[in-house]
């Protein structure tokens, strides 16, 4: 059984960082892209961070970069979101995502709601 369990998200103020972690279980972790999304409300879902196999390729949308850093741990089958500099429109529901060739997994989001 695939479950993609993202966790991590809360409350936090503008400037301020959160950790997001999504565990994977059910499929061969270390052969699948690895990408975080977000969707806030009445907006499309939108990329965040993607992460090759190996953690040798990375991609930020402009809107994260610099701010935010996506890595994994292939042993622990494990991805990760550092997310620092918080602001106001980084609020959303966060969602990862695996993918491997036409094979796509998505977890549950985890909610991040930045507010002063």
């Known amino acids: 059984q695939v479950q993609l369990v993202a966790s991590g998200g809360g409350l936090v103020q503008p400037g301020g960082s959160l950790r997001l972690s999504c565990a994977a279980s059910?499929?061969?972790?270390?052969?699948?892209?690895m990408s975080w999304y977000r969707q806030a409300p009445g907006k499309a879902r939108e990329l965040v961070a993607q992460i090759s196999t190996g953690g040798g390729s990375i991609i930020y949308s402009d809107s994260v970069k610099g701010r935010f850093t996506i890595s994994r741990d292939n042993a622990k089958n494990t991805v990760y979101l550092q997310m620092n500099s918080l602001k106001l429109e980084d609020t959303a529901e966060y969602y990862c995502r695996a993918r491997n060739g036409g094979t796509n997994y998505w977890g549950q989001g985890t909610q991040v709601t930045v507010a002063s």
């Open positions: 059910g499929f061969t972790f270390n052969i699948y892209i």
